[in-house]
């Protein structure tokens, strides 16, 4: 009869210098050459996810006003020194135009938002720039190459862009002159946009 302590049974041990004892498994590492190629195949997917993630949180309205809402007080200095308050514009249709200098689509925008200025200045439209994520010298560059015309202020510590809930520039928010905001475009404006929300703004009082 065979007693417990005749069988031998393979238990997986190393010694502390590396060497396998009798009916153990060989511990499986891997050298750095696999390790990169593990790397360099999960790298992709992992900036693949995140493009996504970003993607879709930009296509998500940002945290803040929404239209029915009432438009932030704000109270600025504008790129000369003016002070320039929402506030004294009251009554007045009012465009409020986040954008920055390096903003490819804000360049789109400037003459289309100039020339609804143009065309609706009897209207008492008025335009607000908000210089976000920007300098001022390179701001004040901008808007005189860009020929354009109406008050445009820095926001310092980006405090008004907060309150407004703005995700990235270009944004605009359309004000009725009972301050009431009743158009908000997230991202650049096409002209059927602009004509879209200047007939929300430019009706009767």
């Keep these: 009869m065979t007693t417990g302590a005749g069988i031998e049974r393979a238990v997986a041990v190393t010694t502390t210098t590396g060497q396998r004892l009798h009916g153990s498994r060989p511990t ?6 696999r390790q990169r190629l593990i790397l360099a195949a999960t790298l ?3 900036l693949l996810g995140l493009w996504g993630a970003m993607l879709v949180a930009r296509a998500q309205p940002a945290a803040g006003i929404q239209v029915g809402d009432r438009a932030p007080a704000f109270a600025l200095a504008d790129l000369d020194g003016q002070p320039l308050r929402l506030s004294d514009l009251h009554g007045r249709p009012v465009i409020v135009n986040f954008w920055a200098s390096w903003c490819g689509p804000c360049v789109e925008e400037f003459p289309m938002l100039a020339r609804a200025l143009d065309a609706h200045r009897a209207d008492g439209l ?8 920007d300098n001022s010298e390179a701001a004040r560059a901008f808007m005189q190459r860009m020929g354009a015309a109406w008050p445009a202020a820095m926001d310092p510590g980006e405090e008004t862009a907060q309150r ?6 270009p944004e605009s928010f359309f004000i009725h002159r009972d301050g009431t905001v009743v158009g908000r475009q997230i991202g650049q404006l096409t002209v059927a946009d602009l004509n879209r929300q200047l007939a929300l703004i430019l009706g009767e009082e």
């Design 126 to 133: 008025v335009v607000v720039g908000i210089v976000v994520q």
């Design 44 to 46: 992709p997917l992992l």
């Design 164 to 169: 407004f809930g703005i995700y990235a520039p």
């Design 28 to 33: 499986v590492r891997f050298g750095p050459s």
